[in-house]
């Protein structure tokens, strides 16, 4: 069973054009994802998904393989969905290209969740910490129910509640890395568009329950940081230092 990491990378980013060739102490952000999905499928099992050629001169520069896709692309999941025509495998690991603190060994739980759930949609999530806000819109909140199968995900803090004694202790949020099958990816691409709930929350999962098919929340590693918006880059590369003197092993 081949599985493969897919990255899409698109230069005209609405909040931040430009966001995957941002450098990061020195290296653009892409080539941070690249290489640490490629510590978990290996190199030849990366792809840069893009519809722009400086991005894709910077990934092959640094030996990676890129897939040009077109630049209507309605969201990252329909241009990984244009790339899975040309790309050989039976699981398609979505990761952001916007996530350089990525774990490797989430890519691999989320990959070996989706093995064993091939019916299934499988995406990651991970407990806010204390120095995030439920509040902040940037930051898509998970709720599953008791199986872990996915409920509903919002930019708004859930699970609501009516008194403060109802209060959740705690929030979860999503961490993107998805996992799919060629099918589902072709299927949300046939869609034709974004569903309502979708272009509400802008939240690309959400066109899956339109689809009738089951979302698997599998827990990662909390500590993930996106870069959203260029104000998140100072924490992003702290975070990021604060991580060299700790480099997990990895086995696939």
Known sequence: ?????????????????????????????????????????????????????????????????????????????DRLAEAAE??????????????????????????????????????????????????????????????SRLIYMSRNPLPGFKSSENAPSRYRKQVCIYGFTRDELFAFRDFGRKSTLEHSEDIEILRFFELRKNVLMVETKPGSLAVDVPEDVAGVEAALLAAANSSPVVKG
């Open 1 to 77: 069973m081949r599985s493969v990491v897919l990255i899409p990378a698109r230069y005209a980013s609405s909040r931040y054009p430009g966001k995957p060739l941002v450098h990061l102490l020195g290296k653009p952000m892409i080539l941070w994802v690249a290489e640490l999905a490629a510590r978990a499928v290996s190199a030849e099992n990366v792809y840069v998904a893009t519809d722009d050629n400086r991005i894709a001169s910077v990934v092959e520069g640094a030996g990676f393989q890129t897939v040009m896709t077109e630049k209507t692309a309605l969201t990252g999941t």
């Open 86 to 147: 040309s790309i050989e495998a039976d699981i398609y690991i979505n990761v952001q290209g916007d996530e350089p603190l990525v774990d490797p060994q989430d890519i691999l739980n989320v990959r070996d969740a989706k093995a064993a759930n091939m019916d299934q949609v499988v995406n990651g999530f991970s407990w806010l910490s204390e120095s995030e806000e439920p509040s902040n819109l940037n930051i898509p909140k998970v709720i599953t129910n008791e199986s």
